[in-house]
């Protein structure tokens, strides 16, 4: 073999295995990416179906309701405008509490109930996740669109 076809052999060879290797990395990175929704989103089937994913809002007033097992725990998560059940079965962080921001990381059940793996509450009294804060605003500006309108939303 021509030194130049050795060359060129090199290079192929180079090329397919930094391919393979960038493949494996995205692949990797795709099934990792966790995205948020907020109870809206959840509602309006913005939400992916047997994938995990973040669920943000407010812990509803009244919701949460511990069972005898001591672990499991059912609440509903709102936005103002809409309402997800959820159901968590661990131990939940010092912080959570009715009417506190939380962001619950799962998956959604067929029944409509969302199934926390993971429940994260904020840290202080100012403040409340970013995604959280923005679902709300979103969820607020959702609702008095639709006052303005009558009720129906597009």
């Given at each position: 073999?021509?030194?130049?076809?050795?060359?060129?052999?090199?290079?192929?060879?180079?090329?397919?295995?930094?391919?393979?290797?960038?493949?494996?990395?995205?692949?990797?990175?795709?099934?990792?990416?966790?995205?948020?929704?907020?109870?809206?989103?959840?509602?309006?089937?913005?939400?992916p179906v047997g994938r995990s994913f973040r669920i943000g809002g407010l812990v509803e007033e009244g919701s949460v309701q511990r069972q005898p097992d001591g672990i499991t725990v059912h609440f509903r998560v709102t936005d103002n405008v809409e309402t997800i059940p959820v159901v968590y079965s661990g131990i939940l962080?010092?912080?959570?509490?009715?009417?506190?921001?939380?962001?619950?990381?799962?998956?959604?059940?067929?029944?409509?109930?969302?199934?926390?793996?993971?429940?994260?509450?904020?840290?202080?009294?100012?403040?409340?996740?970013?995604?959280?804060?923005?679902?709300?605003?979103?969820?607020?500006?959702?609702?008095?669109?639709?006052?303005?309108?009558?009720?129906?939303?597009?």
């Amino acid at each position: 073999m021509k030194p130049r076809h050795k060359r060129l052999v090199f290079i192929v060879l180079g090329v397919a295995g930094i391919g393979v290797a960038a493949a494996l990395v995205l692949n990797a990175f795709r099934s990792n990416l966790v995205f948020f929704f907020s109870p809206s989103e959840v509602m309006a089937n913005e939400a992916p179906v047997g994938r995990s994913f973040r669920i943000g809002g407010l812990v509803e007033e009244g919701s949460v309701q511990r069972q005898p097992d001591g672990i499991t725990v059912h609440f509903r998560v709102t936005d103002n405008v809409e309402t997800i059940p959820v159901v968590y079965s661990g131990i939940l962080p010092d912080l959570f509490r009715e009417g506190q921001g939380v962001v619950a990381q799962g998956k959604l059940g067929e029944d409509g109930v969302f199934h926390a793996e993971e429940v994260l509450a904020k840290h202080d009294e100012t403040y409340m996740p970013p995604e959280v804060a923005e679902a709300l605003e979103k969820a607020k500006q959702r609702s008095g669109a639709d006052s303005a309108t009558g009720g129906d939303l597009p």
